[in-house]
């Protein structure tokens, strides 16, 4: 278990009346952050991830929780991550403004933002790269390069683990085999940065449903694969098993902005004599992240394919670097959206898997969308967590969800996802554990004409009677 730095001030912090917008250098970051805490110690914990910044500035998170600090089952976690790319600030100062509003409006007895506190984990980071922020800042803001890395001269966004290729070579080969892909990395591309290392081991270590990155430079809501397959740089969607889920998340951030998903805004311009500036409005504010350009190493497909949680990127808006009067007025234009995309982690389904003695760890949920007349597997399974939960996101429809893991028979149950979910259909599996079948099989034998102390139960004698129809036909067990 990877732990967290508290962190603690040598002096009383004084809550303010209200949240000033401004940008917020890096010594007043970590400052709103505890002032939050102060003025909601119950809901609130301000951490640090395992290592700082090439030039050793702290990478604070506070978490809003009733249960601050620790992982609750049937409660499902959620992150935002700002400030990637060190010139791309919008998403910082958006993040230390959510942190003020939910405490705030948590005080005042809103009983939605009270709601989604108690039923959810939620994480902020405002800063990944606060080297890079330093660096734009100081050369004046302006700059669509400068301060984008971090202190070694490397993209953040660049710097994880490409496990896309790995899963592109297993398509290739034709196994199907599309998570927790970690383990099948030989080698890395490039060494890990500090920033990334902490980040990495924080979504390794904190069992993450939904997440969003925030960057700035265009406005659209982007999702998986950001990699193409065939290497193309541009201009080919690169569909993950998860497409239809990736773009309801993607959909209801940008249908909740302001005006992300309005085809008659003005498209983002690289530069001032650019005239054939695109509108990702026309397309409903939504990209796949290939369709637009390929790239490796991002955070975004990492998150997919190395853990449970489902990651978009947020690209919020033409300005990398808005000026400080804009601030507030990004703030009403993103607020409804943010809090949108935080309800999407109850959606679909969730549950505990146990057996007779408790929780089952690391039991995989798979599931085959039965909405149609033909049968669709998702070739994307999950992972049960310590206290055996799970939490799958769907889109509305028909499923089959099956529970298994070695030395267990598997269960499969039908489920219907509603659409207007404020929370996740409740699934439980209870897994028999192969050995006792055997247990049974060895009294059938010492007792052929009944059993002495009453007849076996009826499932297990099921299943006695399934293993061996299959064995007979020299086939594997139906599960």
């Given amino acids: ?39 909601c110690p119950n809901i609130t914990r301000v951490y640090a991830l395992t290592e700082p910044s090439v030039r050793n500035v702290p990478l604070y998170v506070i978490e809003f929780s009733d249960n601050p600090g620790f992982h609750q089952p049937y409660k499902p976690e959620v992150k935002y991550v700002g400030n990637i790319h060190g010139n791309e600030v919008l998403g910082r100062e958006l993040l230390l ?37 330093q660096l734009s800042t100081e050369t004046g803001s ?23 290729a790995i899963t592109f070579e297993f398509e290739r080969q034709g196994i199907s085999h599309n998570n927790h892909l970690l383990k099948d990395l030989s080698r890395l591309a490039a060494p890990l940065e500090p920033e990334t290392r902490a980040v990495m081991r924080w979504i390794m270590s904190v069992p993450f449903v939904l997440s969003a990155a925030m960057h700035g430079g265009d406005l659209v809501a982007n999702y998986p694969y950001d990699e193409s397959r065939s290497g193309a740089p541009v201009s080919e969607y690169s569909a993950s098993p998860d497409d239809d889920t990736f773009r309801e998340l993607a959909m209801a951030y940008a249908s909740a902005h ?18 054939t500036a695109y509108n990702f409005g026309k397309q409903g504010g939504v990209t796949n992240g290939a369709a637009w350009y390929s790239l490796k190493g991002g955070m975004q497909d990492f998150n997919y394919l ?6 978009i990127t947020l690209e919020l808006g033409c300005q990398k670097y ?17 809090l949108a995309f935080i309800w999407k982690a109850h959606t679909g389904v969730k549950g505990i898997v146990s057996d ?27 992972t049960t967590g310590a206290y055996g939960d799970y939490y799958r996101l769907l889109t509305p429809g028909h499923y089959e969800v099956t529970a298994s893991k070695p030395g267990y028979f598997s269960v499969s149950h039908v489920v219907t996802v509603p659409r207007h979910q404020t929370s996740a259909k409740i699934l439980n ?25 009453g007849q076996p139960r009826i499932y297990k004698r099921s299943i006695y009677q399934q293993i061996t129809d299959s064995i007979l036909n020299n086939r594997g067990p139906k599960h």
């Fill in 322 to 338: 808005p000026f400080e009067r804009d601030l507030e007025k990004e703030w009403v234009r993103n607020k409804d959206a943010m």
């Fill in 429 to 453: 599996f209870k897994l028999e554990p192969t050995t006792s079948w055997f247990d049974d099989y060895t009294t059938f034998g010492l007792y052929p004409h009944g059993l002495r102390d």
């Fill in 142 to 164: 302006q700059d669509y390069l400068i301060g984008r890395n971090n202190n070694h001269s490397v993209d953040l966004n660049r710097n994880f683990p490409d496990l896309d």
């Fill in 356 to 382: 007779d003695s408790g929780f089952i760890q690391n039991a995989i949920i798979s599931v085959v969308n039965i909405t149609g007349s033909v049968p669709r597997p998702i070739r994307h399974d999950i």
């Fill in 258 to 275: 302001a005006d992300m998903a309005s085809g008659s805004r003005t498209g983002c311009r690289v530069s001032n004599d650019d005239t």
């Fill in 306 to 311: 190395a853990t449970n949680a489902f990651e």
């Fill in 97 to 133: 403004g959510l942190a003020h509003y939910l405490c705030d409006q948590y005080n005042e007895h809103n009983r939605h933002i009270r709601a989604l506190v108690h039923n959810t984990r939620i994480h902020l980071l405002p800063s990944m790269n606060p080297d890079g922020w």
């Fill in 1 to 39: 278990m990877v732990s967290y730095k508290p962190f603690y001030f040598a002096f009383l912090v004084v809550a303010s009346a209200e949240f000033v917008w401004k940008h917020h250098n890096n010594e007043e970051l970590p400052l709103v952050l505890e002032e939050v805490h102060e003025k």
